[in-house]
């Protein structure tokens, strides 16, 4: 079982829908949970971060833990076409965890 | 700010050539890491080095060596290619432990093995 469980989609929504993408994970000491988003032919770039459990908002942008679950989640409101990328969540303890990455287009 | 720089950005080789890929950072990081990203497969991690003089494996380390030449510096060998090695690349450094931290990645090395 890999350590982060990713949907690789892809997922294709019309401009204005409202995106959720998911993963979970099996190892319970990771803290730090981290959304990528990596556009064609360029290297992933932080899109954001939370710690521990709970929900953290910037801008259209909100990521989820739920580590009971163990399960996290970003929600993309107001998708716009720009917003078309593949999605990688992370966590880290000493290294990182990479998600296999969801492609996401908006279609405007 | 240049941050993490590979190179060569593309690169075809025959089956059996070798080859190395360079990978600099200029952000002081101690961690440094070779990723391989294929296809529905997401980032996998080749190697990766703690801190100059260390390096351990990764998920995927078989075909591939490295060296931390120094602390700015982490360069990924091919010694015999193979087709199962076409891949992107992409070399990351981070500060080093197991709080927060960002991964920077460098903008990746396309290699084609023919």
């Known amino acids: 079982q890999k350590e982060v469980e990713q949907d690789p989609g892809p997922l294709s929504v019309p401009e204005g829908a409202i995106v959720s993408l998911n993963c979970t994970y099996s190892n319970s000491a990771f803290q730090y949970f981290m959304w990528y988003r990596q556009y064609s032919r360029k290297g992933p770039e932080l899109l954001m971060y939370?710690?521990?459990?709970g929900n953290k908002e910037d801008g259209r942008f909100t990521a989820q833990v739920d580590k009971s679950s163990k399960y996290i989640s970003l929600f993309i409101r107001d998708s716009q076409p720009s917003d078309s990328a593949t999605y990688l969540c992370?966590?880290?303890?000493?290294?990182?965890?990479f998600g296999s990455g969801t492609k996401l287009n908006v279609k405007p | 700010n240049a941050g993490v720089t590979q190179t060569p950005k593309f690169q075809v080789l025959k089956t059996g050539q070798s080859m190395t890929l360079q990978c600099a950072q200029d952000m002081n990081h101690n961690s440094m890491y070779w990723y391989r990203q294929d296809p529905g497969m997401g980032l996998r991690l080749i190697y990766y080095s703690a801190s100059e003089g260390t390096t351990d494996k990764g998920e995927v380390p078989n075909g591939y060596n490295v060296s931390r030449l120094n602390k700015r510096e982490f360069s990924l060998r091919l010694e015999s290619a193979a087709p199962s090695q076409t891949s992107v690349y992409f070399c990351a450094s981070s500060v080093t432990g197991i709080g927060l931290a960002e991964a920077f990645f460098g903008q990746g090395t396309r290699l084609t093995v023919v």
């Open positions: 939370t710690y521990s459990s």
């Open positions: 992370a966590m880290r303890f000493n290294k990182f965890y």
